[in-house]
């Protein structure tokens, strides 16, 4: 989303360049009547959209979560949270006992 977040603006011209084209062969073809303008236009048609997709699916694969999240990444994004709570002091440091005197916490 690189374009959308630097220039919207740019990002709207394109899709209004790209849809005003479209409409504009595919009434040119409707006012022609030409089969082989037909067989054009449809293949404008898919290329436009093809293209379209494979844009956005290479912007949205830098940052799309994937559908299933791995264990491995659950296990580091749940240390790095306790890390951050720690820094912060927001959760107190676990506490051992000592093994001689259980009633005396040992603090490390």
């Known amino acids: 989303m690189r374009l959308i977040d630097k220039a919207p603006a740019l ?3 394109i899709c209004f360049v790209v849809l005003y084209t479209t409409i504009a062969v ?3 073809m409707l006012a022609s009547g030409m089969l ?3 067989w ?6 898919v290329v436009v ?11 949205l694969g830098d940052g799309a979560p994937s ?9 580091e994004d749940e240390l790095r949270r306790r890390d ?3 820094e912060l002091g927001a959760v107190a440091r676990p506490v051992k ?5 259980a009633r005396q916490p040992v603090l490390h």
């Open 11 to 13: 990002f709207l011209t």
């Open 26 to 28: 595919e009434a040119a």
């Open 36 to 38: 082989a303008l037909m």
């Open 40 to 45: 054009v236009t449809f293949g404008l048609v």
């Open 49 to 59: 959209a093809g293209g379209i997709c494979a844009w956005m699916f290479h912007l």
């Open 67 to 75: 559908a299933v999240p791995s264990p491995v990444a659950e296990a």
């Open 84 to 86: 951050r709570q720690l």
């Open 97 to 101: 006992l000592h093994p001689v005197n």
